[in-house]
């Protein structure tokens, strides 16, 4: 093929106000102490009651804009991962293409929980492999403090909002996207889910009574599972191309829990250096953990032309992946 796809430009949004730890202790029974050994979170952000989901989103496309000025007419496609969506319809993906006033581009929500911006660049990055589009955008963007129990310790503390946005586009061979893993287990679907809201339990005073419009989660065996499943998907995509563990550049793993990158860096026995960790500035921010790391690692020089860097991401469904990528951007 004379191109491959690659990412050619990042932008990122976190909203202003911080909840610390100590105010979250203020809230339930927890305690700054517990929340960083556990999970190595000390602050997350959280939306603006004015601000949903494509708020978020929208303003991380004016920073993408200010980096790298795009023409709204130029964007072919726009694929939006979230949990979150404004609302159940239209799409979130149809609210931003009108905001951003991309009027050629079509536009899509896709749902894959901490998965989704994986399944949402793969998903885009075929449109351009196929020949038939030349530039899209791809949204991860999350305002999980709208679902999150803000009575139920066991996952409060854990989420938070913001919204990273990157662009693809062709780039020469050599670079840009070489491999991907997409996969779904089931049965952990009881696992971490949203129950109510949908089909099965529509809205109904019971629901909204029995907390049921809100995050349910074992957190304990969601934990075993992303780790046994980010490690498979790390080892396969090394294995099938011929990669050594220190062959990588960066690894940036969802940023669930600490401890999840943690043993995944000590299983392949790589230094702390080649995993990238924000965790602690903004908890786990579902879609849009994976792009506001790459957006963060890309500003900080962690990213260089011609590196190999992993994206692996595990969430709810279950569902995970990852993506192998030859980095095109000067750093
Ligand atoms: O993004 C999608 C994927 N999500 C994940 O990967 C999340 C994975 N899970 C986790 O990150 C962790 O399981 C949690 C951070 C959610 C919980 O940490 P843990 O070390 O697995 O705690 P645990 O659920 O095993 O609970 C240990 C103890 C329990 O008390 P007892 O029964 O031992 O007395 C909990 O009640 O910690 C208690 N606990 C808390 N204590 C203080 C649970 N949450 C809290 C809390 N503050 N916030």
Redesign the pocket.
């Known amino acids: 093929m004379e191109f491959s796809v690659g990412i050619t430009a990042l932008g990122a949004y976190t909203p202003r106000k911080v909840l610390t730890n100590d105010e979250l202790a203020s809230m339930?029974?927890?305690?700054n102490e517990?929340?960083v050994e556990?999970?190595g979170i000390h602050q997350r952000h959280i939306a603006d009651p004015s601000e949903a989901t494509s708020d978020l989103a929208y303003k991380a496309f004016l920073d993408l804009s200010v980096h790298h000025p795009v023409s709204p007419r130029e964007i072919d496609l726009i694929v939006v991962a979230t949990v979150t969506p404004d609302m159940i319809f239209p799409t979130t993906a149809n609210l931003l293409q009108h905001k951003i006033g991309a009027s050629n581009a079509g536009a899509m929500d896709l749902l894959a929980?901490?998965a989704g911006f994986i399944y949402g660049l793969s998903t885009g990055a075929q449109f351009i492999k196929s020949g038939t589009h030349k530039k899209l955008l791809v949204f991860g963007a999350d305002t999980m403090s709208r679902i999150v129990d803000w009575e139920d310790?066991?996952?409060c503390?854990?989420f938070g909002d913001g919204a990273g946005v990157v662009m693809l586009e062709p780039v020469d061979p050599e670079f840009g996207i070489r491999d991907v893993i997409l996969r779904s287990d089931g049965e952990g679907a009881s696992t971490?889910s949203m129950p109510a809201g949908g089909s099965r339990l529509p809205a109904s005073l019971d629901t909204v009574r029995q907390h049921l419009h809100f995050i349910k989660?074992n957190?304990?065996e969601?934990?075993a599972w992303?780790v046994r499943r980010m490690g498979e998907v790390l080892e396969e995509l090394l294995q099938r191309n011929s990669l050594k563990p220190e062959d990588i550049g960066l690894v940036i793993c969802?940023q669930?829990?600490g401890r999840?990158i943690e043993t995944t860096w000590k299983k392949f026995n790589l230094p702390p250096e080649k995993f990238f960790v924000n965790i602690h500035k903004y908890g786990?921010t579902?879609a849009a953990s994976i792009p506001l790391a790459l957006y963060e690692a890309y500003h900080e020089g962690r990213l260089k032309k011609g590196d190999w860097v992993v994206l692996d991401a595990?969430?709810?469904g279950f569902t995970y992946g990852g993506v192998l990528m030859k980095w095109w951007l000067n750093g």
Request: proline share 0%; aromatic share 10%; hydrophobic share 45%.
């Open positions: 339930v029974d927890t305690s517990w929340i556990r999970t929980a901490c310790r066991t996952t503390v854990i971490l989660m957190g304990r969601t934990f992303a969802h669930a829990n999840i786990n579902t595990f969430g709810a």
